[in-house]
């Protein structure tokens, strides 16, 4: 069994690589193109790993919000413009996807008024932030849900022959 850190405030990778009980050796063996050092410097966060580095660790880990924390965490432009996603149980991200797709259904009337004309009015800017803030509440939801099930299918949970096979009818 491979030997746990006593590193406190181990960043995603260490943590996801101990979770699965490999040294940076064997971890090295399952990623293939990823030396154990350059493994210790990413963990250490003495360096950030490269774009391809985490598809790899992320597909062998078969653990798919390695890139969603890459992208919100450590790319430039995904800091700007990628939330981070935690992962949450199917029935908490569909509640939680209902719950704001109700609240907006409340609002569509008025998005329209204050769309319509093109224009975003003093007495307009409350409402609109508010409906933008539910709109945002949406598209994470929608991403945890694809996070959700890109690890099951990853893991197999979910089979992924017939999984394609519907998405691409």
């Given at each position: ?7 406190e ?29 350059r493994i ?17 660790m ?12 890459y ?11 990628v ?62 849900l ?16 017939k ?7």
């Open positions: 069994m491979a030997r746990v850190s006593t590193k405030n181990k960043n995603l990778y260490h943590k996801t690589r101990e979770s699965l009980g490999l040294t940076r050796e064997s971890a090295s063996d399952l990623l293939e193109t990823i030396a154990p050092e210790e410097k990413i963990e250490n966060e003495r360096t950030l790993p490269h774009p391809d580095e985490v598809l790899i992320a597909d062998k880990y078969k653990q798919p919000r390695l890139c969603n924390y992208c919100a965490n450590q790319c430039p432009i995904g800091q700007q413009y939330p981070e996603i935690n992962p949450k149980d199917l029935s908490q991200i569909v509640l939680e996807m209902l719950a704001s797709l109700n609240v907006m259904n409340k609002q569509k009337e008025r998005l329209i008024e204050i769309t319509v004309d093109g224009h975003i009015t003093d007495d307009e800017i409350k409402d609109f932030v508010m409906i933008q803030n539910e709109l945002e509440r949406i598209s994470v939801a929608v991403e945890t694809q996070l959700w099930s890109e690890r099951m299918l990853a893991t197999g949970k979910i089979d992924l022959v999984y394609e096979a519907y998405r691409h009818q």
